[in-house]
Nanobody, 130 residues
Framework: QVQLVESGGGLVQAGGSLRLSCAAS????????MAWFRQASGKEREFVAA????????YYADSVKGRFTISRDNAKNTVYLQMNSLKPEDTAIFYC???????????????????????WGQGTQVTVSS
């Protein structure tokens, strides 16, 4: 079965950095779009960043542009989220999402919608102290 396992979360001071990883199994990774979403306490899940199956196209929420970088290593079936200049408002549980593209071609705008992702990890907590 499909498994997504996130790691790399933790407690960091404002201005610091963290690198999240999401290891995928049970799917053909090179045919899978990947994304990071986050959910702060009491709020809905929101889009953070996404990357197309071949790594060519990346997408970012305005709130993280210039600070976060999404990347992937298809040889390791892993997607990463490098987070720099962290702010207290980045505090949330970060989730990795995956959607296979074997039979579906998705529009660019669809990368931002959590409803288009078929699989999710268990999440990793990121806490940024002021």
């Amino acid at each position: 079965q499909v498994q997504l396992v996130e790691s790399g979360g933790g407690l960091v001071q404002a201005g610091g950095s963290l690198r999240l990883s999401c290891a995928a199994s049970g799917l053909t990774f090179s045919w899978t779009d990947m994304a990071w979403f986050r959910q702060a306490s009491g709020k809905e899940r929101e889009f953070v960043a996404a990357i197309s199956n071949n790594g060519v196209n990346t997408y970012y929420a305005d709130s993280v542009k210039g600070r976060f970088t999404i990347s992937r290593d298809n040889a390791k079936n892993t997607v990463y989220l490098q987070m720099n200049s962290l702010k207290p408002e980045d505090t949330a549980i970060f989730y990795c999402g995956a959607r296979p593209t074997y039979t579906t071609t998705y529009t660019s705008s669809s990368f931002y919608s959590p409803a288009t992702y078929n699989y999710w990890g268990q999440g990793t907590q990121v806490t940024v102290s002021s």
